[in-house]
C-alpha cells in the first residue's frame, strides 16, 4: 500500500510549527489518493503524537539521530520512504527543508518541485511563484515518486481528533552534522512562519528607534519581526529579519509594514501577505498600491498611539 511521507523539522527537540501545516496538505493528498500519511522526524526531538496525529498523521517515527546532518537526514529519508512505499514525499520550505529536499529526490531518482503554494490532491499538480511573485508556475514531478516542499503559512492542519502510532527508526550515518545553532535571542518567532509580521524599513532613521517597532510586536502575541534590506545593510537588524528578494519570503495573515516605501524587491517578499497595513508620511510610497490599509503620517507619533491603543 503506498503512504505519503511527510517530513518533520525540528529544533533544540521541539517541533517547527510549520510542519504541522505539511501534514495538513499530506492528510488531503491521502485522502485523495486512500492511503495513510507516515510523519517522519529525522533526528531525536519531544514530540506529542497526539499533536502531529491531530495534523493528519497516521503514524510516527522518530529517528536515533542526536544532531541534525543534512546528509545523514536526505539518506534516512530515501531509505524510509522505500521501506513504508510512500510515493509522495513533502517537506515544508524553511531553510532547512530547502536544503533538504533536493537531496532526497535525487536520492529517490526524482524530480522535486519547491516552495509550492497549493497541490492539487487528485492531479498533483504544484503551484508555485516566480518573478517574485508577479506569476505562477505549475509543476508535476516526473518519477515513481513526488517530491515537494511547501511554503509556510499556505496550508493548514487538519484539525482532527487523532493520535498518531509513533516508533523509533534508525538513523543513517552523518558525514558532518550540525553542532550548535546560534539563534537571535528573544523568543520571537522566524519571521517566515509567523502569522504577524511587524516590520520596518529606513523611514525609521536610526536603530535606536526600533523599539517603537518592537512595542508593535510586543502587544500582537505571536508577532514576528522584519525589516527591508537597507534597514539589514545598515546593519540595524540582523540578516534573519530581512524580508524581500534577497531574504526571506514571508506570507503572514497580517503585515505591517512601517516606514518602508515599498520598492519591488521588498514586494517580492511580502506581496501574498493576507492583509497588508502600510504606514508611511510619503502619500505616494509605492507600498501604498499593494496595501489593504494605509496610513498617511509621521511613524514617530503614529506608533506610540497605536501601541497604546494595542495594549488596551
Known sequence: MSSVLVILETRSGELRSACLETVGAARTIADAKGCNVVALATETANIDAAVVGGAGADQLMIATADAHSADAAATTIARVAKEVGADVVLLSATVRGRDITPRVAALLDTGFAADCTAVDSNTMLFTRPICGGKAFNNVTVNGDVVVASLRPNFFASAGRDHTAEISEVASETALAQVVEVAAQSGGRPDVAESTIVVSGGRGMAS??????????????????????????????????????????????????????????????????????????????????????????????????????????
Open 207 to 312: 536603530p535606536d528607534n526600533w523599539n517603537l517597532i518592537e512595542a508593535i510586536a510586543d502587544a500582537i502575541p505571536g508577532a514576528g519581526l522584519g525589516a527591508s534590506r537597507a534597514v539589514v545593510d545598515a546593519g540595524w537588524r540582523p540578516h534573519s529579519e530581512q524580508v524581500g528578494q534577497t531574504g526571506k519570503t514571508v506570507s503572514p495573515e497580517l503585515y505591517i509594514a512601517i516606514g518602508i516605501s515599498g520598492a519591488i524587491q521588498h514586494l517580492a517578499g511580502m506581496r501574498s501577505s493576507k492583509v497588508i497595513v502600510a504606514i508611511n508620511k510619503d502619500a505616494d510610497a509605492p507600498i501604498f498600491k499593494h496595501a489593504t490599509y494605509g496610513i498617511v503620517g509621521d511613524v514617530f507619533e503614529v506608533l506610540p498611539e497605536l501601541a497604546a491603543e494595542l495594549a488596551k
